[in-house]
């Protein structure tokens, strides 16, 4: 299990947590029971709470697990021949910081203090690095706050179009303060999490098809080739199952080149 010692992250997470918690308590609490029949209720109650627990797994998963550091030494390296690296993996990089080679799109974060396979940033949301072996559970987080966003809109919209009738004044008063907020909640987590899934859906797909588009003669948008760089990131398998985080093979047979070269050199 990883856990970064960085304040600014650890705030990060219990915000996160702590805005959870409040929506859960308004749709439970506030909306629900004044809203809707008690059949009615039950079900989403239990629909809504499905939808966080998968949201709390992959963030669990994201925040907690290996983002794919690149494996450290046994001992200490030789570095006196710094070509012996390179001409075993191509663009291999040494880093000074961790004294060690990592490979092509590998990068040391200072604030997680190791190199990172497939690093693509650190998240304070996450209190980790975004890489190779967590950013399927990031993606999934995404998806997942998006979705429980969508939702809390459109229950804070049903309890306003079918006020409870028999609640008193200071009742409905409470209920559209709660409402309100979690309206304005929803609104700018769920903006902020299709932004940042929008952007690493093309970094995914767009970074690697420019490549991929020299080696195939353009032909880079096709299905196949989009669902092969998505499976990258998410395994392989049917898209369906990419929105379950649950772990891959992928996770337990990665970098084995970068542990072959730096337990070799
Ligand atoms: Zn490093
Ligand atoms: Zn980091």
């Known amino acids: ?123 304070p949301c996450i209190n980790n690095c975004v890489g190779e072996c967590n950013q399927k559970y990031f993606l999934q987080f995404l998806f997942y706050v998006g979705i429980l966003c969508l939702y809390s809109v459109t229950l804070v919209l049903v309890s306003w179009i079918f006020p409870c009738a028999g609640c008193s004044k200071s009742l409905l008063e409470s209920q559209l303060m709660h409402t309100i907020v979690l309206l304005m909640e929803s609104t700018l987590f769920g903006l902020f999490v299709t932004l940042v899934m929008l952007d690493q859906l093309s970094v995914i797909l767009y970074d690697e098809t420019v490549l991929a588009a020299r080696e195939q003669n353009g032909a880079y948008w096709s299905k196949r080739r989009r669902y092969q760089l998505l499976a990258q990131v998410f395994g392989p398998g049917h898209p369906m199952l990419w929105l379950l985080p649950r772990a891959s093979l992928k996770d337990a047979t990665r970098y084995h080149d970068a542990a072959l070269l730096n337990h070799e050199v």
């Open 1 to 123: 299990m990883v856990f970064v010692r960085d304040p600014c992250g650890i705030i990060c997470l219990i915000v996160t947590y702590g805005a959870i918690i409040y929506a859960d308590y308004v749709v439970i609490y506030w909306i629900i029971p004044a809203t809707m029949p008690l059949s009615i209720g039950a079900f989403n109650v239990a629909l809504y709470n499905t939808v966080i627990f998968l949201l709390g797994m992959s963030h669990w998963r994201a925040a907690f697990s290996d983002p794919g550091f690149v494996p450290l030494p046994t001992k200490r390296l030789d570095f006196s021949d710094l070509h012996s690296g390179a001409d075993q993996g191509g663009e291999w990089t040494l880093c000074t910081l961790c004294e060690i080679y990592r490979p092509p799109r590998a990068h040391h974060c200072t604030t997680c203090q190791r190199c990172i396979c497939r690093a693509d940033h650190h998240c």
